[in-house]
């Protein structure tokens, strides 16, 4: 199963350095504070056990057919807060292959 990690640090993590990378090279800071207590990280361990279900067809819920779609699911499934969050979003999407 895929995990937060893959796509970050060639599947490494330090906790004592907050700066990850994705697929695309920019360097995205997990520990960034987005609500109440709640990091960037914090927001994708919540919504990748989800995400993980979907892209593998183990739920109700299609694959996402495009960008769009993903970013509205990230959104309405953050607990708590639901304005789009870039480094979330940009996390799931790199994880795909939607164009």
Do not use: R
């Not at 995205?28 to 279900?53: A, P, S």
């Amino acid at each position: 199963m895929a995990t937060y990690l893959d796509g970050m640090n060639g599947g490494k993590h330090n906790s004592d350095n907050c700066i990850g990378t994705f697929s695309t090279k920019k360097k995205v800071n997990l520990n960034k504070h987005i609500w109440e207590g709640w990091t960037v990280q914090n927001f994708i361990d919540e919504l990748t056990l989800q995400f993980d279900m979907i892209m593998s067809n183990n739920s109700w819920q299609k694959p996402f057919k495009d960008k769009d779609e993903l970013k509205e699911w990230c959104k309405s499934n953050q607990p708590g807060y639901k304005k789009h969050i870039p480094e979330v979003y940009n996390h799931f999407l790199s994880k795909t292959k939607l164009k």
